[in-house]
């Protein structure tokens, strides 16, 4: 325990340790971004109060899904066109929520029989499944790539996960405000997913031509 | 535009994650502001909360476009190069 509480003021009060602090903050920085886009992407749609739940399943979910992907990165490594695979699934995600940009919210009639009392286009399943699905693709990209960082840098990186929450948890409630009051920022947040999705397969593809030519000749 | 990023004192891999850092430090200004004199969330007129918002969401951009990769090649080379060999 004192070794701990000695860690932990040896990080607060030395340059050092102030740097190594403000390289996990910077790659934690980078690594929720993503999720937080997409969690407040999905959310947006959702009537106010599922709009909490789906944004707390969304955490919990990258959370969980980082800790199992991060205790199995070794063979997670061994398996090729993981990325690639990441990727469509990611695309998959932005395919439905463009559909779904594309629906009442931009169609008026779609929107006055929502407002009769139609059953809303969007339920707390669909985007449920929506944010899990981006959650195992960018949090899978997100652990592949730090992969050599997390063996050297344990505690450092279980400072980053609780970071990681926090930042997502607000991130992701401010986006999804901002997107049920100003609808068109969503296209913008659905490029930037496109661009994860995007780099995703085109990196993936890079790691599995190779195997492919191979077969083919 | 690129000779003035290469005269940059912050290194190129991390100039999106720090523009990216000062955003959400704006951001997180502005929702103090919004919350400590008790704006509405909701509403037509732009509050703090939106200025927030819309920051949050730039720094979050800025944060994905910085490429995680060449942030962590370059922290953790200049890390290894900073230490002693063990040995």
């Given at each position: 325990?004192?070794?701990?509480?000695?860690?932990?003021?040896?990080?607060?009060?030395?340059?050092?340790?102030?740097?190594?602090?403000?390289?996990?903050?910077?790659?934690?920085?980078?690594?929720?971004?993503?999720?937080?886009?997409?969690?407040?992407?999905?959310?947006?749609?959702?009537?106010?109060?599922?709009?909490?739940?789906a944004?707390?399943?969304?955490i919990?979910?990258?959370?969980?899904?980082?800790?199992?992907?991060?205790?199995v990165?070794?063979?997670?490594?061994?398996?090729?066109?993981l990325?690639?695979?990441?990727?469509?699934?990611?695309?998959?995600?932005?395919?439905?929520?463009?559909?779904?940009?594309?629906?009442?919210?931009h169609?008026p009639?779609?929107?006055?029989?929502?407002?009769?009392?139609?059953?809303?286009?969007?339920?707390?399943?669909?985007?449920?499944l929506?944010?899990?699905?981006?959650?195992?693709?960018?949090?899978?990209?997100?652990?592949?790539?730090?992969?050599?960082a997390?063996?050297?840098?344990?505690?450092?990186?279980?400072?980053?996960?609780?970071?990681?929450?926090?930042?997502?948890?607000?991130?992701?409630?401010?986006?999804?405000?901002?997107?049920?009051k100003?609808?068109w920022?969503a296209?913008?947040?659905?490029a930037?997913?496109?661009?994860?999705?995007?780099?995703m397969?085109?990196?993936?593809?890079?790691?599995?031509?190779?195997?492919?030519v191979?077969l083919l000749? | 535009?690129?000779?003035?990023?290469s005269?940059?004192?912050i290194?190129?891999p991390?100039?999106?994650?720090?523009v990216?850092?000062?955003?959400?430090?704006?951001?997180?200004?502005?929702?103090?502001?919004?919350w400590?004199?008790?704006?509405?969330?909701?509403?037509d007129?732009v509050?703090?909360?939106?200025i927030?918002?819309?920051?949050?969401?730039?720094?979050?951009?800025a944060?994905?476009?910085?490429?995680?990769?060449?942030?962590?090649?370059?922290?953790?080379?200049?890390?290894?190069?900073?230490?002693?060999?063990?040995?």
């Amino acid at each position: 325990m004192d070794s701990i509480i000695a860690d932990i003021v040896a990080t607060l009060t030395t340059p050092a340790g102030l740097a190594a602090l403000g390289q996990v903050i910077m790659i934690d920085l980078v690594l929720a971004g993503d999720n937080a886009i997409v969690i407040g992407l999905a959310a947006a749609g959702l009537p106010a109060e599922q709009r909490n739940k789906a944004i707390l399943l969304g955490i919990l979910a990258a959370t969980g899904l980082r800790i199992i992907f991060a205790s199995v990165t070794v063979q997670l490594l061994a398996i090729v066109g993981l990325l690639l695979a990441g990727g469509i699934l990611l695309l998959w995600v932005c395919w439905k929520m463009w559909r779904e940009l594309r629906g009442p919210h931009h169609n008026p009639d779609a929107a006055a029989a929502l407002a009769d009392g139609a059953a809303p286009t969007k339920t707390l399943r669909q985007a449920a499944l929506q944010i899990i699905v981006a959650d195992v693709s960018m949090s899978l990209d997100n652990v592949l790539a730090v992969a050599g960082a997390a063996r050297e840098h344990p505690t450092a990186l279980i400072f980053g996960l609780g970071l990681s929450i926090v930042l997502m948890g607000l991130a992701a409630n401010f986006i999804a405000r901002l997107l049920d009051k100003h609808r068109w920022i969503a296209y913008v947040g659905l490029a930037i997913i496109l661009y994860v999705a995007g780099d995703m397969i085109y990196r993936g593809f890079i790691e599995v031509r190779p195997y492919v030519v191979s077969l083919l000749t | 535009m690129l000779e003035l990023l290469s005269e940059s004192p912050i290194p190129f891999p991390l100039i999106l994650p720090t523009v990216s850092l000062l955003l959400l430090a704006v951001a997180g200004s502005f929702a103090l502001h919004g919350w400590w004199s008790g704006q509405a969330r909701a509403g037509d007129t732009v509050t703090s909360w939106d200025i927030a918002a819309a920051l949050t969401f730039l720094g979050c951009a800025a944060a994905i476009l910085g490429e995680i990769e060449h942030v962590i090649e370059y922290l953790w080379l200049n890390d290894t190069r900073t230490k002693p060999a063990n040995g």
